[in-house]
């Protein structure tokens, strides 16, 4: 079945260290997108990209990183810089032409110690 | 620029009574809407959805009428059951080259047998 697949699930990590999360996609979708949700805040966009080496800054960039050398693959990386990382984080996709509709994977919920 | 307001939660009702949740919205344009749930421990899924003013997204008993005239893109179900217990997402989409979901906080809805 085509979906969206973020790996790992759970990620605890020790404070000062990157960490990166996974998101590929089977839909063929040329946008993907990264959100952070934090409760009571809603979801807030981190990056997104509309197709191949290219991505844009969201709302709340500061401390994270992404590439996106395939159109299946839009990894996250959570740096040291990110001064409060822990959350659940969710990547999306979206089909060109569809306007706002967006697919979602199953999160990633980050843990620092 | 775009914004979503969700009405304060979180909502407890019991089974089979009706649902109503309010979301009102600020967009340049003519931005799609739409709704989202979450289940526990689950990325979003599309419930429902509207591309322009006076269409009613409909969905699993699930209805939201988009309103231009008051910026308002309710969400109601007439009689709600224990599965309904999710949290549920207002969202306006943009077309065009950078087209992105803005993201009301979400409401947390408890339905009790």
């Known amino acids: 079945d085509g979906g969206i697949t973020q790996s790992p699930k759970y990620l605890f990590r020790k404070e000062g260290q990157n960490v990166t999360l996974s998101c590929e996609q089977n839909?063929?979708?040329?946008?993907m997108y990264w959100y952070r949700q934090d409760p009571g805040q809603g979801l807030r966009l981190i990056y997104y990209?509309?197709?191949?080496?290219?991505?844009q800054k969201g709302d709340i960039a500061e401390g994270y990183s992404v590439s996106r050398e395939k159109k299946e693959s839009f990894p996250l990386t959570v740096t040291s810089a990110q001064k409060n990382p822990t959350a659940f984080y969710l990547c999306?996709?979206?089909?060109?032409?569809?306007?706002?509709?967006?697919?979602f994977g199953e999160g990633s919920r980050l843990t620092v110690l | 620029g775009n914004s979503v307001t969700q009405m304060e939660g979180p909502v407890t009702l019991s089974e089979e009574a009706f649902l109503t949740i309010n979301c009102t919205y600020t967009?340049?344009?003519?931005?799609?809407l739409f709704w989202y749930v979450q289940y526990p421990g689950e990325g979003l899924q599309l419930l429902l959805k509207?591309?322009?003013?006076?269409d009613k997204g409909s969905n699993k008993g699930f209805e939201a009428t988009y309103r231009k005239e008051t910026t308002s893109f309710h969400l109601e179900k007439g009689s709600v059951q224990v599965s309904d217990s999710a949290v549920y997402f207002c969202?306006?989409?943009?077309?065009?080259?950078?087209?992105?979901?803005?993201f009301g906080k979400g409401i947390t809805l408890s339905v009790r047998p």
């Open positions: 509207a591309t322009k003013a006076d």
């Open positions: 969202a306006l989409g943009t077309t065009g080259a950078n087209s992105k979901l803005t």
């Open positions: 990209s509309q197709i191949v080496n290219d991505f």
């Open positions: 999306a996709s979206r089909a060109s032409g569809v306007a706002g509709e967006l697919f």
């Open positions: 967009a340049t344009g003519y931005p799609s």
């Open positions: 839909l063929n979708h040329d946008a």
